[in-house]
């Protein structure tokens, strides 16, 4: 039984299309988190949740808008889609914003035309 | 600013051979240190963490990692390499500001490994 998953694996689509990435996880976490990883594979925070709260903003565009309707579920949706956007978008889970181990979904691999 | 550097782009070594990747850090308070593995395609898989106490720490499939505080260094070991350890490397220090933390990664190793 998967920790945490992602939908979709594998997202394409056109410049200026509206889309969605979801994650849950059924660890019982109260913090989850978007991350980044560009082309050189370089990863870096987007956003974190608490108990739906958001706590972290990583001067990410605001046309990157993350949702978490329960603290199981962050969704992440993007307006207006740019070609460097393209990158694979992880979800993460911890058990508090205490610091521990961040459990890593399998990834969403976005690639805008 | 907080930072990890891993100098090592791309790695090769022969199958039963030791390995070990660099890892150095830069954090103002004492760091939380993780090494992450990720496999083609794949997540990161969590292979060992250091918060305290014990400096080498033990992790899963194998591999150990030392914490020098003095070098600002969290290297990665593994004594004997098999072909299924082939993947990207990531070492990262957890930023624990007030009521957030993240993670820092450092740009990865590619460890490959030959027959």
């Known amino acids: 039984d998967t920790a945490v998953s992602q939908t979709p694996k594998y997202l394409v689509t056109q410049m200026g299309n509206d889309k969605s990435i979801k994650c849950e996880q059924n660890l019982g976490h109260d913090t989850m988190y978007w991350y980044k990883q560009d082309s050189k594979k370089f990863l870096k925070i987007m956003f974190s949740?608490?108990?739906?709260?958001?706590?972290i903003n990583e001067t990410v565009p605001n046309r990157f808008s993350p949702k978490s309707p329960d603290k199981a579920h962050l969704n992440l949706h993007i307006n207006s889609l740019e070609l460097g956007d393209s990158a694979v978008y992880f979800c993460?889970?911890?058990?508090?914003?205490?610091?521990?181990?961040?459990?890593f979904g399998a990834g969403t691999r976005l690639s805008v035309l | 600013a907080q930072s990890v550097t891993q100098p090592d782009i791309h790695i090769t070594v022969s199958e039963g051979a030791s390995l070990e990747l660099r890892c150095n850090y830069s954090y103002g308070a004492t760091p939380y240190l993780f090494w992450y593995v990720q496999s083609p395609g794949q997540g990161l898989q969590l292979l060992l963490k250091?918060?305290?106490?014990?400096?080498l720490v033990q992790g899963i499939k194998g591999f150990e990692a030392e914490f020098k505080r003095s070098q600002s260094s969290f290297n990665l070991r593994k004594p004997s390499v098999h072909w299924s350890d082939a993947a990207e490397y990531f070492c990262?220090?957890?930023?624990?500001?007030?009521?957030?933390?993240?993670?820092?990664f450092g740009t990865g190793t590619l460890l490959a490994v030959q027959p």
């Open positions: 993460a889970s911890s058990q508090s914003t205490e610091m521990d181990i961040q459990y």
């Open positions: 250091y918060f305290s106490g014990d400096t």
């Open positions: 990262a220090v957890g930023d624990h500001g007030g009521a957030t933390n993240k993670l820092i």
């Open positions: 949740y608490n108990n739906k709260e958001l706590i």
